[in-house]
Each structure stands twice: as structure tokens, then as C-alpha cells.
């Protein structure tokens, strides 16, 4: 009698092991758009591009979030045949499912606001935050630029599975994905009827143009390069385009006060991945002097914190006329961090980092629904201990069909199983 009750008591554990809750929602299928290859609408290897969707339901039917994947860009022939053989430059390298945490969560209690809406994410692989478009493919290469193509392609789709009927519409994206919310957001606007609530967020996609620590100015050549390999001129706002070079364009700060369409500007001070690419890139510093401080601002040297806090008064004073209107939002925290609307706990989570006692999640959704507006932002680091500054964000392009979903269910399977061995040895004995 013991040892059935002990046999079902650890069948009855290796359930729940297979059932343990976890913070990162559900796991949202991949789609190809085919019949988009057929517009020339491809990745930077041909094939067809993809998003994920999560259908919404009760009050959120007709609501619609509409995300970018982030994952940087490629500015030369070398490195976008690089990104052509990964899920950053083909369809065919992504993995069947993705998690959907943070802003994309299914579940109320982790993203109060936007839970229950249509849920969309929208792979990145183009290499050119979706601006892209070059008739011409070098047979030799085979190489593809055709992001904008991508980002109508996938919206007249959407549009066809109901977002022709939204009364809620917010375009949002991370890191490059971040910046292009911002290149599309008047764009999105203009392809949605007419009373649609629509809005646009930008978490970590406000790229600052500033010379690296050896005087150089590595990431305006660099944006430069971009913009001429792909031909993103003329997919770039024409606010901004008729005013000055395409090229500097894809910086935010001279574009942002022309977008019509109500945006909120999420960023750290201190962004991790403009610290270690733009102010201190690895070839404005050969010897690594600053490898230390950018695996961890608590490494940092004192000259070097002042280097950081120059930086944050650059990208401040880059921001001043984001705030001209109080359909504006903004939300700067000094943490040390990329990407916070797609991980649980920067999203909404008991420790996640506040800025005048507010969450992000909370900060963004009062912005949106018009409750409470919020343009704040923090006092300089190290003043705010609610944020982890070891810059050790997960990735913010979750390809959980090829790691993160497979490494979550390898290891309940694993757990499961281990469960049943000790049982058969058990009943064995």
C-alpha cells in the first residue's frame, strides 16, 4: 500500500514538473508570408519572411501590437553573407516557435495592459530595420535588400486577418526593431482606418550620433554605409530626408519631432548596447581597455564612469525635443541596459527597475489608454537601485524555436523522465 501511494505521489510530481509555471507566456507559432516572394519581398537570402501570432481575445479582439525583432544590421557585403546564413538574414534558419514574455505575455498578471490583444512579432532579415529596397541582386551573392518590401508584405497581411477592423493599434520594436517604430510609425498610421487608436513605442532604438572614445565617428559611417548598401534613402521619413543627408536620417534625434503619430521613447541612459558598439566599440579600443566596464558599469574606472556620464548628457541633450507634446511619452532610466519591453522582469515583474515608482509596463500602458501621461527621466547612475547594471540583458531577439523553447522543454522532459527512472527503480527495489 505505501509503495503505491509513494508511486503515484511521484507520478503525480512528474506532472506538475511538466506543468511548472513560467513567466514567459506561451509559445507563439512561426508564419511565412509566401506569396510575398513573388513581390520581391524577401530576406537577404531570398526566402519569404515570417512573424508570430497570438490571437486576441475578449476585450482585446480588435486590439493589435504590432512588434519588431531587433538584432542590429549589416553594413557591407561581408556582413550581411554573414547574417544570410542565420535567422537574422534567413527565414529558414528560424526556429518554429517563440516566446512571447514582456509586452507580449498572454497572461494578465505579467502584462496588465496588453495581454489579451492580437500579438504580432515580425522577424527580422533584412539587415536594414525594414528600410531597405534594392531591384538589383548581384548573382554572386545572391544577397536580398528588400526590408521595406518585408514590412508591407507582412502588414497588408495582417490587415486581410483582421487589423483593417482595429480599434487599438501600437507598433513597437527592440533595439534596430526600435528604430524601426520609428521610421514606420507614420506610416503605420496612414494604413489603418481612420479611428483607430493608433500609437508607436521604441524601446532602445534611440541610436545617438556620437564620436566613439578615440574621436572617430564610427557609428555615422557606419548608419552611412547601411543606408547607401540597402537603399534606404527613400523608404526613410521625407520630414527628415528633404532637410539633410539620408544617412544621418537613421538617427532619431533629427527625425523624431516631425512623427506625427503619438511615440514613446523607451531608453536607458546608460544603454548597454550604445556603451559597447558606439561610445566604446572594439576597434576605438584595440587593447580592451574597456572590455572590464562594458561586461560591468560596477567595473568601470572613475575616467571611464565620466566617459559614461558625457555620453548620458549627449544622449539627453539628443532627446530634448522628443518631449515637445504631451502626446509624447518617455521613459529614461539610468540602468545599465538594451531592451526592456521583451523580458519579464524589466517588463513587469515585483523587482523590475521603477522610475518615479513606475514600472515600464505600467508607464506605458497609462500612456497609451491616455490615464496618466509619463515623460520622466532618471537621475544620473548610480542613484536608482532598482536596476541590475551588469548589462547581461538576454538576448532580445528570442529564437526559442532553435535555444529557449527547445532548453525549456528539453529540461522538463528531462525532469519528467528523471522522475520516472527513480520511480521504476523504486518499485523494482
Known sequence: MVDLRLGQWLKNLACVLLLLPTTEGLYAGITYVRNAVAKGAVCLDGSPPAYHLDKGFGTGINSWLVHFEGGGWCNNVTTCLSRKHTHLGSSKQMGPDIAFSGIMNNRQRYNPDFYNWNRVKIRYCDGSSFTGDVQAVNPATNLHFRGARIWLAVIEELIAKGMKNAENALLSGCSAGGLASIFHCDGFRALLPMGTNVKCLSDAGYFINVRDVSGAPHIQTYFSEIVSLHGSAKNLPLSCTSKMKPALCFFPQYLVQQ???PLFILNAAYDSWQIKNILAPGVADPLGAWNACKFDISNCSSIQLKTMQDFRMRFLSALYRTAN?????????????????????TWFMPNSPLLSKTKIAKAIGDWFYDRIPFQKIDCPYPCNPTCPNHGLNPQHHLESG????????????????????????FLRE
Open 325 to 345: 507634446s504631451s502626446s509624447k511619452g518617455l521613459y529614461v532610466d539610468s540602468c545599465y541596459a538594451h531592451c526592456q519591453t521583451e523580458t519579464q522582469e
Open 402 to 425: 532553435s535555444a529557449a523553447v527547445e532548453e525549456t522543454i528539453l529540461m522538463r522532459w528531462f525532469l519528467y523522465w528523471l522522475v520516472v527512472i527513480h520511480i521504476v527503480l
Open 259 to 261: 512623427i506625427r503619430t
